[in-house]
């Protein structure tokens, strides 16, 4: 076979065909060792997002990116929660708020994240407007996970080799590949996932990339086109991931799960001070706004992981069981100690 070049790579997109998982792995590969030239990565990532992602081009890049993440060891299997974003609507940090509530739960989360892109407040900094410190070694991360079943895998610790990618990626000012590629590139690499993808043609591709990868969960998309799993009584699009199938699924939460429907209006945030005060309110068993969306993304974790619910009901009966399971937790206060917890052992770490 020929030698991959950039200039290869770039005439294999302009004459319409796609890459496959090498070639994808080779240029992103490439890029994180610093060896590319900002100009050729701009025409590579522009060409292919014009010409359209292929599940096997996703999964090239997301396997060199892992390749160069430093490595997460926690003990046991994991569920990750997260969105790509992207969806533009600025809603408090509904993952974040889930995945307390799941750990709560039982569910062991290893959480991976990053500042925010394209919104007021990111996981990372609503988590460090908690007093979760973000400067933790990868050891002493791995040791939270281990002692209080969550901890968070901070993009930027993990995935040092990005530096190469930002400046090019903030010079090209559109969406590219590597706005898919957070949530799959958890360096943990969770044997769950619940992914929230804002984009409704990308959730099958990216549920097609964990499947082959021995991944179960699902991939959604609200009707919104938010990277939530959002009641606003509108059905959502759900790719259910099982033993490397995947089944495309409507799920509508408020009427297969009584839910009263909310609007995109009652999930707004603001600053990461504004989530913040949001987070604790909900933890605390208060009655905010986004309440009920918030337990429904924390209800989808538990559905992912598998273990605290009956396995063989029916998508819309292990919600519910999910669902009812996410409001004990927050209501009966283990929501709220999980987290002031979360935070006092992440604190003694540094």
Same mark, same amino acid.
């Not at 898919?180 to 097609?208: D, F, W, Y």
């Given at each position: ?5 950039? !200039? ?16 994808? $792995? $080779? ?6 060792? =610093? ?11 522009? /060409? ?5 992602? /292929? ?18 060891? @926690? ?6 929660? @997260? ?29 991976? +994240? *990053?500042?925010?892109?394209? %919104? !007021?407040?990111?996981?990372?900094? @609503?988590?460090?407007?908690? =007093? ?12 939270? +996970? ?23 990626? %903030?010079?090209? =000012? ?13 360096? %943990? ?20 990339? #964990?499947?082959?990868?021995?991944? *179960? ?5 609200? #009707? ?14 759900? $790719?259910?991931? *099982? ?27 603001? /600053? ?8 604790? !309110? ?14 429904? *993304? ?9 273990? !605290?619910? %009956? ?40």
């Amino acid at each position: 076979m020929a030698e991959r070049t950039w !200039k290869s790579i770039l005439t294999t997109l302009i004459s319409g065909q796609h890459l496959s998982a090498e070639d994808s $792995w $080779w240029f992103v590969d490439d890029l994180m060792r =610093g060896n590319a030239e900002p100009a050729a990565v701009g025409a590579v990532l522009a /060409t292919q997002q014009q010409l359209g992602l /292929t599940a096997q081009e996703v999964e090239g890049a997301a396997k060199a990116m892992v390749a160069h993440a430093v490595p997460l060891q @926690v003990e046991g299997e994991c569920t990750d929660i @997260v969105g790509t974003g992207g969806d533009g609507a600025s809603t408090v940090n509904l993952s974040s708020m889930g995945s307390v509530v799941a750990a709560a739960a039982g569910v062991r989360i290893v959480k991976h +994240g *990053n500042r925010a892109a394209s %919104s !007021k407040s990111g996981a990372a900094d @609503v988590l460090e407007a908690l =007093g979760l410190p973000l400067d933790l070694t990868p050891e002493a991360v791995a040791q939270v +996970g281990n002692e209080i079943g969550i901890t968070f895998a901070f993009a930027k610790t993990f995935h040092p080799a990005m530096r190469f990618v930002g400046p090019v990626r %903030s010079a090209l =000012g559109i969406p590219c590949v590597f706005n898919i590629l957070g949530p799959l590139t958890n360096p %943990s690499q969770p044997k769950h996932v619940a992914i929230g993808c804002a984009n409704r043609t990308l959730s099958p591709i990216m549920a097609e990339v #964990y499947a082959k990868r021995g991944q *179960n969960g699902m991939v959604f998309t609200s #009707y919104e086109g938010l990277d939530e799993l959002a009641p606003t009584g509108q059905p959502i699009s759900l $790719w259910e991931i *099982n033993n490397g199938e995947v089944q495309e699924l409507q799920f509508n939460p408020v009427q297969e799960l009584s839910i009263e429907p909310i609007t995109v209006e009652d999930l707004r945030g603001g /600053t990461p001070e504004f989530n913040a005060e949001v987070f604790r !309110k909900f933890v605390a068993g208060e009655h905010v706004a986004s309440r009920s969306t918030a337990l429904l *993304n924390a209800a989808a974790a538990i559905v992912a992981d598998g273990s !605290k619910i %009956s396995a063989d009901g029916s998508l819309s009966q292990r919600f519910a069981e999910a669902y009812a399971l996410a409001q004990q937790v927050v209501d009966n206060g283990e929501a709220q100690r999980l987290l002031d917890r979360w935070i006092e052992v992440a604190q003694s770490k540094r």
